[in-house]
């Protein structure tokens, strides 16, 4: 009896230890959008309602000089492991993956094991590890979300899929979702914001008993395309695009300017005067035909509805945490994962696109529909900044970031400090209380975080993340950029980036716009940060893409072989096939001439 009375004290003590150690840790929501532009929210100027976002800012602190990787993989491996993209197996998107990159170490195409993730280190620690939505870091076992620090997950595992059902957007490609490690079908009624958001709240409820804080992971393929969203959300947007991208882009830009959000260059924003580049992909909204015009309005106010629809998910996310008593401890985030997408896939394959989807004006947004807005409304979206999704200018790469958490986080505050997306993971885990790992996990030699923490700067004991020398350095696809103190060199090698070729250098804190070039002024500062590039290429065992790489082309090619790869046994069966027909077909004609 006495043992028996020993041990129910014992269990009360540790029940009460760890409720007490949760409540002095916060649970973590990390929320990413795809595709999201820098404008597109309405606490970045943006003219789509997104009411519940825009209430995390008014509550948080809001980052206007966030960075990102261009493309969604690199990005998210960077944004789980605090380590660099071509450490950890995204050295290039696999579906633009170069073929002297394809095999390479770092090049795997999906998270390899010479890094400990985020979740991982979190679960460690004894949070509960939830994530729901895009997973695209590698289907292989060992690199699923259970097997890398997730307690329940529920993933797309592909780089995007249709909203409605399982299909995917890009020829030979395939749609998967797993739940916990195993496929699954995909429920009644799947509209891919709204699952998302319900299957992570269910793990989150479900998961209450055990007193432990959580993490979730919450990963919208919205608003990637192919953009569809129920026709309610789309109501409303209708005509409010009639005025073209141009005029959108100049007043997100003014609300930008009278908000604060950004100072006055003195810089237009609008002005066709950003190189040979853009001009020749800038398409003037007015010399549109009528019909081109409802066509190009209806992409938009899909667009903008997609964005909606995610935006009340977020919302019905924070209305359980708020209603079960888990708002006030919960550290939220929500970031884009690169800008806005310009690249138009039905010209790249037009045939497969008329195919499998219905184009039509009046249908666009519905199941069974494909729509995408191309670099008219992605100029808009990513406001003020030049180029687009893929390129390491602005446009590619800044991308909004909103940090809060009640009583921790001062409400209504903004930070103009650079911050670099390998920032995100030791940031969590100094909140959370939890050391990094010092080179060594579980016996096994990973690389150590290269990340730094912002919580000083979320906290306000500091004014900017990084120290005025550190540089911050990016390379992906041909596409080069690298930050230091108030500069910023960019680079592009080959014509798959949508950007100005060659060497260019800014003074980002004078020219945020990246209007001015100042290589020719100061070929000093090029060569000392080509010497920092070139030291990073070592450092991290970057294999630069041949001089003939062409972005586009690349994912032709890789999308027929991995059809191939996908339907080889079918290829072999139906050769056979058509071998037998042939053989047949001249045995009976020559047994007829015989006769």
């Keep these: 009896m006495r043992r028996l009375l020993s041990f129910t004290c014992l269990f009360a003590l540790s029940c009460a230890f760890t409720s007490a150690l949760a409540a002095s840790r916060p649970n973590i929501l990390l929320i990413v959008a795809d595709d999201l532009g820098f404008s597109d929210l309405g606490a970045y100027g943006g003219e789509i309602r997104t009411p519940n976002i825009d209430q995390l800012a008014a509550e948080g602190l809001q980052f206007t000089n966030f960075h990102v990787a261009a493309t969604c993989s690199p990005t998210r491996s960077m944004l789980l492991t605090g380590v660099d993209n071509h450490l950890v197996g995204m050295g290039n998107m696999k579906e633009i993956m170069a073929d002297n990159q394809k095999g390479q170490p770092g090049y795997e195409g999906w998270l390899n094991d010479s890094v400990v993730t985020l979740p991982s280190l979190l679960q460690d620690a004894g949070y509960s590890t939830y994530m729901a939505g895009k997973w695209h870091l590698g289907a292989r076992a060992q690199s699923q979300p259970v097997a890398r620090g997730f307690d329940r997950s529920f993933a797309l595992m592909e780089s995007g899929a249709d909203n409605w059902e399982a299909k995917h957007y890009l020829p030979g490609g395939s749609a998967t979702w797993i739940e916990d490690g195993a496929p699954v079908t995909l429920p009644e009624g799947f509209y891919s914001s709204f699952t998302y958001a319900d299957k992570l709240i269910s793990y989150i409820d479900s998961g209450r008993a055990q007193g432990k804080p959580f993490f979730g992971y919450l990963a919208f393929q919205a608003v990637h395309a192919p953009h569809q969203v129920p026709e309610e959300y789309i109501r409303g947007y209708e005509t409010l695009y009639e005025a073209g991208w141009d005029r959108i882009r100049a007043d997100r830009y003014q609300r930008q300017l009278a ?9 237009n ?4 005067d950003w190189g040979t580049f853009y001009q020749r992909t ?11 015009k409802a ?3 209806r992409q938009m106010a899909v667009f903008a509805g997609m964005a909606e629809a995610m935006d009340q998910s977020v919302g019905k996310v924070i209305r359980y945490l708020k209603g079960s008593g888990q708002y006030d401890n919960t550290l939220i985030l929500f970031m884009s994962d690169n800008g806005g997408e310009s690249t138009v896939l039905r010209e790249v394959a037009p045939l497969f696109y008329r195919l499998r989807y219905n184009t039509d004006v009046e249908v666009l947004g519905a199941p069974g529909s494909y729509s995408e807005y191309g670099p008219g409304w992605a100029y808009a979206s990513n406001t003020p900044f030049y180029s687009y999704k893929g390129s390491p200018f602005s446009g590619g790469m800044r991308v909004p970031l909103i940090v809060s958490q009640p009583g921790h986080i001062t409400p209504g505050t903004r930070t103009h400090s650079f911050g670099y997306v390998t920032d995100i993971a030791p940031t969590l885990l100094d909140m959370a209380g939890i050391a990094q790992p010092d080179g060594d996990y579980r016996g096994q030699r990973v ?3 290269m990340g730094t923490s912002m919580r000083a700067l979320l906290e306000g004991k500091a004014e900017r993340v990084h120290a005025p020398d550190h540089p911050t350095v990016y390379e992906l696809a041909g596409g080069i950029a690298v930050w230091l103190g108030d500069y910023k060199l960019v680079s592009s090698s080959t014509s798959a980036i949508p950007a100005r070729t060659g060497p260019q250098l800014f003074n980002v804190k004078q020219d945020p716009l990246e209007r001015h070039n100042l290589a020719e002024q100061q070929p000093e500062k090029v060569a000392q940060l080509m010497q920092i590039y070139r030291e990073y290429v070592e450092r991290n065992q970057v294999i630069e893409v041949p001089a003939d790489y062409r972005a586009w082309e690349q994912v032709k090619k890789n999308g027929r072989e991995q059809f191939i790869a996908n339907h080889r046994l079918s290829l072999v069966l139906f050769a056979l096939a058509v071998i037998g027909l042939v053989v047949g077909g001249g045995w009976l004609l020559a047994r007829r001439c015989r006769q």
């Design 259 to 267: 908000s604060g959000l950004l100072p006055d260059s003195g810089d």
């Design 269 to 272: 924003p609008v002005t066709n």
């Design 282 to 292: 800038h398409i003037e909204w007015d010399s549109l035909g009528d019909d081109e």
């Design 447 to 449: 690389h150590p975080i």
């Design 295 to 297: 066509y190009r309005t």
